[in-house]
């Protein structure tokens, strides 16, 4: 691992440990890195799992800027380099999906002891290799996850994980072919899933209401088109827990819809009016 100093050089930043030891004589598999805060709600949790045996998972401890090496677990099943993983929004279940090995693991996380336990697994049959995803809802009783050309929806409250397959791709691709199947997903600020095609296409899917069983969820396929592609999205863990601020507010208003993009070329006429005119202070 590095450290960089964000408040460095203007705020552009300056590296002030490089390459240091974070797990000797193993190899990071980064399909399963995610963190959670620490119970305490001060110092986090960081997980990786081993990319030689991911059955593996090891658990380091940030304490006051210092990674403390905590220790592993060998759990039941193996996932491999292609997937996600993640942890609800109450850092009481984790999750990791691999379509490439053997499927979803849903599991019980203790944020005290660092500690995984309750594993229920599904396998599921990979259909794609470069479209893979997984999230869960923001209350954490749903896992979604993408295969290929199928949307999955996973009751993570149930003993034996069912998924049911709530949406399936609708034939539309980029215009040099790529299909936009379902790919890396991440719960935004109004509590929508927003999720990447899987291969790089200018589209984007949402999931409106995700803590909604089934169909009910409301799936809107390449709901925004862009002028780029869109190849994945970032994985953030939840930031505000353990704060007084929610995880996500469906209540907030974002924009999502793509009639107001505007293409460029001689055949848009925009017309603005600037007013008062003329104008004495703003």
């Not at 990674?67 to 279940?93: D, E, M, T, V």
């Not at 691709?173 to 790529?178: L, N, S, T």
């Not at 907030?252 to 819809?257: C, D, E, P, R």
């Not at 006429?269 to 703003?282: G, L, R």
Request: proline share 7%; glycine share 8%; hydrophobic share 35%.
């Amino acid at each position: 691992y590095s450290v960089v100093n964000m408040k460095a050089n203007s705020g552009k930043g300056r590296v002030v440990l490089k390459n240091q030891i974070y797990q000797p004589d193993t190899t990071m598999d980064l399909a399963g890195m995610t963190a959670v805060r620490h119970a305490n709600n001060k110092d986090w949790w960081i997980i990786n799992s081993d990319q030689e045996d991911s059955k593996i998972m090891y658990t380091t401890l940030l304490k006051a800027g210092v990674l403390i090496p905590f220790g592993s677990q060998k759990l039941g099943h193996k996932w491999g380099g292609y997937g996600a993983s993640g942890f609800s929004a109450n850092g009481s279940r984790y999750f990791r999906y691999s379509n490439y090995y053997s499927g979803l693991s849903v599991m019980d996380f203790d944020r005290e002891t660092g500690l995984f336990s309750r594993e229920r697994h599904l396998p599921v049959t990979q259909e794609n290799i470069f479209a893979y995803g997984a999230s869960f809802s923001p209350s954490g009783q749903y896992v979604y996850i993408g295969n290929g050309p199928y949307l999955m929806q996973i009751d993570a409250d149930a003993d034996v994980l069912v998924a049911d397959t709530i949406a399936v791709w609708d034939g539309t691709v980029a215009e040099w072919g790529q299909p936009a199947y379902f790919g890396a997903m991440q719960t935004g600020p109004d509590c929508r899933i927003y999720m990447a095609p899987g291969f790089c296409v200018p589209f984007m899917h949402v999931i409106m209401e995700p803590d909604k069983p089934g169909k009910a969820c409301d799936v809107r396929q390449h709901f925004f088109t862009f002028k780029t592609p869109i190849c994945s999205v970032p994985h953030f863990p939840n930031y505000r827990l353990g704060t007084p601020w929610p995880y996500c507010d469906p209540d907030i208003k974002i924009v999502t819809a793509t009639q107001q993009y505007i293409p460029d070329g001689a055949a848009v006429k925009a017309v603005w009016t600037v007013y008062p005119n003329p104008a004495t202070d703003k």
